[in-house]
């Protein structure tokens, strides 16, 4: 199963992936959130549903930190013990998150998750593919450049090739109610591209 890499303050600890499968296993529900940044989204979360099993996946063990430590105190001090802060790349995913995942969100992504998510990188979507379970749900978020709407047209037929089936691609105007959301659209509405659906398609 190999090891996972996770955030708890400033340390980052090795664990047997074996942990964190077991975890998920005993939870109702497993969700994902690739490129957390500061984890607060997944930290709320995991507070609002303590039987749920939440783990936040990003590069960068700082932004991580804060959230983490948070995580790591007494329930009633405002623990989650339901959360993981795991440090990965997306492109190297510890094998211990695969198909664990009853949902999969990356919510306002940059660098290279973005270029994933829009450029057709076939290899990233994949990945992001198989972090869900056969039929899990998955929920991208963008903040959207100027442009078409209509250059998006082309992603479902890529995404299927990847094992994602899109069910929805819409430009909405939300709050958005990530820490780099609010920032980004200074706490107002903006318009953000949704692509949802569910993954189990077979890749080719
Ligand atoms: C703009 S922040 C968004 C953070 C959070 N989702 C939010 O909305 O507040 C994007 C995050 O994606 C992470 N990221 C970008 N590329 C990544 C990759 N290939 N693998 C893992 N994390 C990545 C960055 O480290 C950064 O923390």
Known sequence: MGQVHVVRGRRVIPLDGNEIVQAARAS?????????????????????????????????????????????RKVARG?????????????????ALFSIADEVRVQYPWGSL??????????GLDRIARIGKPGSKFHIA??????DPGQYAD????????G??????????????TSWG?????GAPMPILVIE????LNGS
Request: with cysteine; hydrophobic share 45%.
């Open 182 to 186: 609010k920032r980004i659209g200074q």
């Open 79 to 95: 623990g989650a013990p339901n959360t993981w802060f795991v440090l990965a790349a997306v492109e190297s995913l510890p094998e």
């Open 155 to 162: 992603l479902p037929a890529i995404y299927a090739r990847a």
């Open 142 to 147: 963008l903040n959207l450049l100027a442009g």
């Open 28 to 72: 109702q529900r497993v969700i994902v959130d690739l490129g957390t940044g500061d984890g607060r989204w997944t930290y709320r979360l995991a507070r609002a549903h303590p039987e749920w099993c939440c783990i936040g996946v990003d590069a960068n063990a700082a932004a991580m930190r804060e959230s983490s430590w948070r995580a790591a």
């Open 164 to 177: 994602l089936e899109v069910r929805r691609l819409d430009v909405m105007t939300v709050s958005p109610g």
């Open 197 to 200: 659906g569910r993954v189990g």
């Open 114 to 123: 973005r270029r994933m998510l829009l450029v057709s990188d076939r290899n």
